[in-house]
């Protein structure tokens, strides 16, 4: 039999479910009627113009993909510096953990501690309060509500008497003091089921400590001996008879104090003592300290010349080294610089004030090239010092003038004065503006000079533990006596401003005013003047002897200048008619105007023929004779600021540098270059060497090739020059100059 036809229905059905399925989002259209016979329609493919065309080779070809565990979006090529290689370097690892979602939780066991804190405070039940009935009831959820099924229990409870009450109550009190099995009592500790040990593994570890911050064991020592009744005895009858002596002693008063005082005095030494040793030991940290803070301008003091010398032969220059301040000092000004003859890196420097308006105390203060942070020796004084010398034999003791007119020795290891004038004993009315330490006289007695404002020069003589005095002479005016009320006349004084005696004669000295008269003198006249020159129009404020030539010194002035003079040998009828002084010649050999006020001038040590000199301006002035007679070699400005004053200059007896101070409290060092310290040439002194041409060109040759003899320069091995050699060879090139601006009869005399 044929097959039946599928009912219309059934047909419709399944026309209508295919037309559904075509959505409005798929790439086919419908074309015609949605009845039952649409899908006998044809479909068109909708594409954009630019779609790719594949073929099935292409269509058919793989792809080969491959998951890594690496994050496409970590960076790449990170660039770090590196301190250790002190470079930037490229990163090698990158971190490839990529976090997709992360959510903190806020869940917590149950039996914990914290959980069981938030339930108590809800009023949630414990477990253990709420235990399962053997009947199979279930216990209520954690929020209170009942379970499904439970709601007509729940209402039928609800509904009993108040006479069932009190049972259940009782039933509950029951259960809750007897817990079932698994469960614990309300308030009972539970352990950390996440961190638990037993009591037994949780002793405490005695920590590791230090050795040295445990204290030593009290000592220890055997002891034996046996105790009986009449040893016991016998210790009593020895403290008794100890008691009975002392109370027969009868008490001398005052022993008490001394011995306070003995105590004291040895608590002080033992003080002192200490402090020695710590300030010896840091005073050697802080020079090695200062070693290296300072290096750069150590290696410029020891080894640094200036190469610039090589190319200019009539100039030279000062290098700045170490400047050396106190910050109690910075309101005075430096009156007074001296090296010290046996440590040649140690300098004194006074401080005070040339201002009367301005006067208050002064200082003393001890500088150290090693040290030039900080003062090696400090000494405040009650009146400002206006001058210092330490002694040539005895570096330790230092004289000292104030500007109260007192004078006063003091000695390096102590703080207060060995030995100060007063108004009993010759003090000074004026301030005293140099010292001067002499020979000891023919009982080995220390002495020394000063000379003051008041006119006089005062010979003072350390003799035990005295200070005794004895005027040497009186500057008075000639030709200014003054009248008094009853008629009687009274010499006009002149103030004395500067001093110093002769190298070789030390019965010899010139004595500079503010008159600017120089006064040549001697200690075996008191009464009279061997000579004098007016030297300059205003004050001066210093002469000096030539340290090699005996008849040549040197003046500076506030007339702005400053001259070279010479003594000539001159013989004076007298009564024994053998005895001859030095006159002096009544015009200067040379004179130099700096333009400004000169505050000192000082003679070089390494040549007859080189000068410096300071002025009121902040410049330095050095001179070389034997280079050019007429203009410095160097003109340095060595005041950092303006309207500062420079007061003092003095060189060093063996090293290169020089010194300067100003009325700030500064003391500047410099270094001085190769140009401006140039030593004699031997070889011009003999005859042989100077006549013959060949001898001549060889030996300038060799001194081209080796630098010249030039004073801090010379060569290891070489042999020293004779001392008297030397004096002689820069006495004659000293002389050799002063032929040119000598007078004729000058020279023959």
């Given at each position: 039999m044929p097959p039946k036809a599928a009912p219309k229905s059934k047909q419709g059905d399944l026309s209508r479910r295919r037309a559904t399925r075509i959505k409005d989002g798929d790439d086919m259209t419908d074309m015609g009627d949605t009845d039952g016979d649409d899908w006998m329609n044809t479909k068109t493919l909708v594409k954009?113009?630019?779609?790719?065309?594949?073929?099935?080779?292409?269509?058919?070809?793989?792809?080969?993909?491959?998951?890594t565990a690496n994050n496409p979006h970590a960076p790449q090529n990170i660039v770090r510096y590196s301190f250790k290689e002190r470079q930037y370097k490229q990163t090698s690892h990158v971190d490839q953990l990529a976090i997709h979602f992360a959510l903190d939780g806020n869940m917590l066991h149950k039996e914990s501690d914290e959980a069981k804190r938030q339930m108590a405070k809800l009023g949630i039940p414990d477990s253990g309060e709420v235990a399962g009935s053997e009947g199979g009831e279930t216990t209520p959820a954690a929020g209170g509500a009942p379970a499904e099924g439970e709601e007509g229990k729940d209402e039928t409870s609800a509904t009993q008497g108040e006479e069932a009450e009190p049972a259940k109550e009782g039933e509950q009190r029951e259960e809750a003091g007897t817990p079932g099995p698994g469960t614990a009592a309300k308030g009972e500790k539970l352990t950390n089921q996440f961190n638990y040990s037993e009591r037994a593994s949780q002793t405490y570890n005695n920590p590791y400590?230090?050795?040295?911050?445990?204290?030593?064991?009290?000592?220890?020592?055997?002891?034996?001996?046996?105790?009986?009744?009449?040893?016991?005895?016998d210790a009593y009858h020895e403290d008794f008879e100890k008691q009975e002596k002392s109370k027969e002693k009868k008490t001398i008063p005052?022993?008490?104090?001394?011995?306070?005082?003995?105590?004291?005095?040895?608590?002080?030494?033992?003080?002192?003592?200490?402090?020695?040793?710590?300030?010896?030991?840091?005073?050697?940290?802080?020079?090695?300290?200062?070693?290296?803070?300072?290096?750069?301008?150590?290696?410029?003091?020891?080894?640094?010349?200036?190469?610039?010398?090589?190319?200019?032969?009539?100039?030279?220059?000062?290098?700045?080294?170490?400047?050396?301040?106190?910050?109690?000092?910075?309101?005075?000004?430096?009156?007074?610089?001296?090296?010290?003859?046996?440590?040649?890196?140690?300098?004194?420097?006074?401080?005070?004030?040339?201002?009367?308006?301005?006067?208050?105390?002064?200082?003393?203060?001890?500088?150290?090239?090693?040290?030039?942070?900080?003062?090696?020796?400090?000494?405040?004084?009650?009146?400002?010092?206006?001058?210092?010398?330490?002694?040539?034999?005895?570096?330790?003791?230092?004289?000292?003038?104030?500007?109260?007119?007192?004078?006063?020795?003091?000695?390096?290891?102590?703080?207060?004065?060995v030995h100060r004038c007063t108004a009993k004993n010759g003090k000074h009315t004026d301030p005293v503006w140099q010292v001067r330490w002499q020979k000891d006289d023919l009982e080995n007695n220390h002495n020394f000079y000063s000379v003051s404002s008041d006119g006089r020069i005062v010979h003072w003589t350390i003799i035990k533990n005295e200070l005794l005095f004895e005027d040497v002479i009186t500057l008075t005016l000639p030709g200014a006596a003054g009248e008094g009320p009853d008629g009687t006349k009274v010499n006009t004084v002149g103030c004395g401003t500067a001093f110093d005696f002769h190298r070789k004669n030390d019965y010899l000295f010139l004595v500079g005013t503010e008159e600017g008269k120089i006064h040549q003198c001697s200690k075996a006249y008191s009464s009279q003047f061997l000579d004098t020159v007016d030297a300059h129009n205003m004050a001066v404020y210093k002469v000096r002897w030539n340290p090699f030539h005996p008849r040549i010194y040197i003046t500076c002035s506030a007339d702005w200048t400053v001259k070279i003079w010479e003594v000539s040998s001159k013989t004076t009828a007298d009564k024994s008619e053998t005895s001859s002084v030095e006159a002096q010649t009544k015009k200067p050999l040379f004179t130099f105007d700096l333009n400004n006020s000169v505050g000192d001038v000082a003679w070089a040590p390494y040549s007859s023929t080189v000068f410096a000199a300071v002025t009121a301006d902040g410049k330095m002035f050095v001179y070389d004779l034997n280079i050019n007679k007429y203009e410095p070699l160097c003109e340095q400005m060595v005041a950092q600021k303006k309207k500062t004053k420079l007061t003092h200059v003095e060189f060093n007896p063996k090293d290169p540098i020089i010194i300067v101070g100003d009325d700030r409290g500064n003391v500047t060092s410099l270094k001085i270059s190769p140009n401006l310290r140039k030593m004699p040439k031997p070889y011009l002194e003999d005859p042989s060497i100077v006549n013959n041409p060949i001898k001549l060109l060889y030996y300038e040759l060799l001194d081209k090739c080796e630098g010249g003899p030039v004073f801090g320069m010379e060569k290891k091995g070489a042999p020293p020059m004779d001392p008297k050699q030397k004096e002689d060879n820069e006495i004659a090139k000293l002389d050799k100059i002063l032929s040119m601006v000598r007078e004729p009869n000058e020279d023959k005399k």
């Amino acid at each position: 039999m044929p097959p039946k036809a599928a009912p219309k229905s059934k047909q419709g059905d399944l026309s209508r479910r295919r037309a559904t399925r075509i959505k409005d989002g798929d790439d086919m259209t419908d074309m015609g009627d949605t009845d039952g016979d649409d899908w006998m329609n044809t479909k068109t493919l909708v594409k954009p113009d630019d779609q790719l065309d594949l073929n099935d080779q292409e269509l058919k070809e793989e792809f080969t993909r491959i998951l890594t565990a690496n994050n496409p979006h970590a960076p790449q090529n990170i660039v770090r510096y590196s301190f250790k290689e002190r470079q930037y370097k490229q990163t090698s690892h990158v971190d490839q953990l990529a976090i997709h979602f992360a959510l903190d939780g806020n869940m917590l066991h149950k039996e914990s501690d914290e959980a069981k804190r938030q339930m108590a405070k809800l009023g949630i039940p414990d477990s253990g309060e709420v235990a399962g009935s053997e009947g199979g009831e279930t216990t209520p959820a954690a929020g209170g509500a009942p379970a499904e099924g439970e709601e007509g229990k729940d209402e039928t409870s609800a509904t009993q008497g108040e006479e069932a009450e009190p049972a259940k109550e009782g039933e509950q009190r029951e259960e809750a003091g007897t817990p079932g099995p698994g469960t614990a009592a309300k308030g009972e500790k539970l352990t950390n089921q996440f961190n638990y040990s037993e009591r037994a593994s949780q002793t405490y570890n005695n920590p590791y400590r230090e050795r040295g911050t445990a204290t030593e064991p009290p000592p220890r020592a055997t002891f034996a001996s046996n105790v009986t009744q009449w040893e016991i005895a016998d210790a009593y009858h020895e403290d008794f008879e100890k008691q009975e002596k002392s109370k027969e002693k009868k008490t001398i008063p005052g022993r008490k104090e001394e011995e306070k005082t003995r105590k004291k005095l040895t608590i002080t030494e033992t003080q002192g003592d200490d402090i020695s040793r710590i300030s010896k030991a840091t005073k050697i940290v802080e020079r090695m300290v200062n070693q290296n803070t300072y290096d750069d301008i150590a290696q410029d003091f020891k080894y640094y010349e200036d190469p610039s010398d090589e190319y200019r032969d009539n100039e030279g220059t000062m290098l700045p080294l170490w400047r050396f301040s106190y910050e109690k000092a910075k309101k005075l000004a430096v009156t007074s610089l001296c090296w010290n003859p046996m440590y040649k890196d140690l300098f004194a420097a006074s401080y005070g004030s040339y201002d009367f308006m301005k006067q208050g105390s002064g200082m003393i203060l001890f500088f150290s090239l090693k040290n030039p942070s900080f003062a090696e020796y400090i000494y405040e004084t009650d009146s400002g010092v206006m001058c210092l010398d330490v002694h040539p034999e005895h570096p330790y003791m230092v004289a000292i003038g104030f500007y109260d007119g007192s004078v006063g020795v003091y000695n390096v290891q102590k703080k207060e004065p060995v030995h100060r004038c007063t108004a009993k004993n010759g003090k000074h009315t004026d301030p005293v503006w140099q010292v001067r330490w002499q020979k000891d006289d023919l009982e080995n007695n220390h002495n020394f000079y000063s000379v003051s404002s008041d006119g006089r020069i005062v010979h003072w003589t350390i003799i035990k533990n005295e200070l005794l005095f004895e005027d040497v002479i009186t500057l008075t005016l000639p030709g200014a006596a003054g009248e008094g009320p009853d008629g009687t006349k009274v010499n006009t004084v002149g103030c004395g401003t500067a001093f110093d005696f002769h190298r070789k004669n030390d019965y010899l000295f010139l004595v500079g005013t503010e008159e600017g008269k120089i006064h040549q003198c001697s200690k075996a006249y008191s009464s009279q003047f061997l000579d004098t020159v007016d030297a300059h129009n205003m004050a001066v404020y210093k002469v000096r002897w030539n340290p090699f030539h005996p008849r040549i010194y040197i003046t500076c002035s506030a007339d702005w200048t400053v001259k070279i003079w010479e003594v000539s040998s001159k013989t004076t009828a007298d009564k024994s008619e053998t005895s001859s002084v030095e006159a002096q010649t009544k015009k200067p050999l040379f004179t130099f105007d700096l333009n400004n006020s000169v505050g000192d001038v000082a003679w070089a040590p390494y040549s007859s023929t080189v000068f410096a000199a300071v002025t009121a301006d902040g410049k330095m002035f050095v001179y070389d004779l034997n280079i050019n007679k007429y203009e410095p070699l160097c003109e340095q400005m060595v005041a950092q600021k303006k309207k500062t004053k420079l007061t003092h200059v003095e060189f060093n007896p063996k090293d290169p540098i020089i010194i300067v101070g100003d009325d700030r409290g500064n003391v500047t060092s410099l270094k001085i270059s190769p140009n401006l310290r140039k030593m004699p040439k031997p070889y011009l002194e003999d005859p042989s060497i100077v006549n013959n041409p060949i001898k001549l060109l060889y030996y300038e040759l060799l001194d081209k090739c080796e630098g010249g003899p030039v004073f801090g320069m010379e060569k290891k091995g070489a042999p020293p020059m004779d001392p008297k050699q030397k004096e002689d060879n820069e006495i004659a090139k000293l002389d050799k100059i002063l032929s040119m601006v000598r007078e004729p009869n000058e020279d023959k005399k």
